[in-house]
């Protein structure tokens, strides 16, 4: 597994945009949202990993909130996970125009999220 992304639930959106656009130089690839009250967006810099910002999250979590890693196999990732007592808390499903994803927790508090991109 590679590291894809990660996830920082943030309280204004737009305000923590602008420290990522301007002062990091980094750019706003896609924002959008998936249910009304949740918005996010995402950021990209030198290199593939992206920083995804989420405003809205119902449980009022703020600072890093989870990270994204790329797998090749879905089922092939799951069944090994499983083999190690893994339980998923979502998923596996595909996200709308998007890749598969699924997600467990991590023993710290930070979701786990696994990506796995559709050719």
């Given at each position: 597994m590679k590291v894809k992304n990660a996830v920082v639930a943030v309280e204004d959106l737009d305000e923590?945009?602008?420290f990522y656009t301007d002062i990091?130089?980094?750019d706003e690839t896609r924002r959008f949202s998936p249910r009304p009250g949740l918005t996010i967006a995402f950021f990209q810099g030198?290199?593939?990993a992206t920083i995804e910002l989420i405003e809205g999250e119902e449980d009022g979590k703020k600072g890093l909130y989870?990270?994204?890693m790329e797998v090749v196999d879905m089922d092939a990732e799951l069944e090994v996970l499983k083999s190690?007592?893994?339980v998923l808390t979502r998923g596996p499903f595909g996200a709308p125009g998007g890749?598969?994803?699924a997600?467990?927790?991590g023993p710290d508090g930070?979701?786990?999220e696994l990506i796995e991109h559709i050719k």
């Open positions: 923590s945009a602008s990091l130089g980094m030198e290199g593939e989870m990270v994204g190690k007592g893994v890749p598969r994803i997600f467990l927790d930070v979701e786990i």
